[in-house]
Each structure stands twice: as structure tokens, then as C-alpha cells.
């Protein structure tokens, strides 16, 4: 199974990107579905996270601007990131956990600069 991430680019500090994230194949018993970032030199982070019952948790720096959702009927899970900022600026990464195995995209570029 893989994840294909897509949406990324480059776009003006303020401005918004949706990321989404498709996998390969239909995954049944999906229990965590998540965004992390990762900037060099530093450690892969949690963006925001989507649990089975439906809560969500979100990075501090980007509370009230980052929406996680997802499609049940498609098993796609999406990133909404509104007035994006300098501090963004990484490569996004999905997440999907099942039973006890990992799945992780590939990586997408987002870069936030005027």
C-alpha cells in the first residue's frame, strides 16, 4: 500500500494550499490518519492528527489555521492550511495507522515566501 500526497508548492505568506492524500488501495480499519512536517536539521512533527472516533489534534503553531479531514468514501484524507506563514514552509508528509502497521507518503513540498 502507499500514500500518494499531493498539493504542495509555493505560494505567498498568507496565502492557502490543500494538501491531500490518497492511498494506493482501499484500507479497511484505519484507527489515526495525520499530517507531520519535517525542516532540515530538525525532527519530523505532527501537524494534525484525526483519530478513529473522530477527535483531532493540532500542532499549536497551527491551531485555528490547519483543518484535517477526510473522505470516508474515497479514503482520502485532506490538509487545509489557511494564512500560511514563513514557519510552514517544510515537507508534509501522511500518515495513516492500521492495526499496528504505519503508513507513510511520500512527501510534499510546501514552501511559504514572498
Known amino acids: 500500500v502507499q500514500l500518494q500526497a499531493s498539493g504542495g508548492g509555493l505560494v505567498q505568506p498568507g496565502g492557502c494550499l490543500r494538501l491531500?492524500?490518497?492511498?494506493?488501495?482501499?484500507?479497511?480499519?484505519?484507527?489515526?490518519r495525520a499530517w507531520y512536517r519535517q525542516v532540515p536539521g530538525r525532527e519530523r512533527e505532527l501537524v494534525a492528527k484525526?483519530?478513529?472516533?473522530?477527535?483531532?489534534t493540532y500542532a499549536e503553531s497551527v491551531q485555528g489555521r490547519f483543518t484535517i479531514s477526510r473522505n470516508v468514501a474515497t479514503n482520502t484524507h485532506y490538509l487545509q492550511m489557511n494564512d500560511l506563514t514563513v514557519e510552514d514552509s517544510g515537507v508534509y508528509y501522511c500518515?495513516?495507522?492500521?492495526?499496528?502497521?504505519?503508513?507513510w507518503g511520500q512527501g510534499t513540498q510546501v514552501t511559504v515566501s514572498s
Open positions: 500518515f495513516v495507522r492500521r492495526g499496528i502497521v504505519n503508513y
Open positions: 491531500s492524500c490518497v492511498p494506493s488501495q482501499r484500507l479497511s480499519g484505519i484507527s489515526n
Open positions: 484525526m483519530i478513529v472516533n473522530g477527535d483531532i
